[in-house]
């Protein structure tokens, strides 16, 4: 299976996975267009061209593709400290 999704994720443009791992990191339209110098609507266009290559249709199903691909950080944003870090 994870094979079937990297030979899908292969199909996009650098771009157009720049644009999916934003979106899997949980990046709004807004934040993806600022992150990469584009307008929302070139953002929106990207998008409909992953779920035109993809056949994903929900954020969830390109987020997915994303981390299955290892295209995305997989590592909490925040870390917790240890028991023993909150002691000192």
């Not at 609507?41 to 199903?61: C, E, F, N, P, S």
């Amino acid at each position: 299976m994870i094979e079937n999704i990297q030979e899908t994720v292969s199909l996009l443009s650098r771009r157009e996975r720049e644009v999916l791992v934003h979106l899997a990191e949980g990046d709004t339209y807004c934040k993806i267009a600022r992150r990469m110098g584009l307008s929302v609507h070139t953002v929106d266009t990207y998008l409909r061209r992953i779920r035109g290559k993809t056949g994903a249709t929900t954020r969830v199903q390109m987020a997915f593709l994303a981390m299955c691909a290892a295209q995305v950080n997989t590592q909490p944003a925040v870390t917790v400290p240890e028991s023993r870090d909150l002691a000192a």
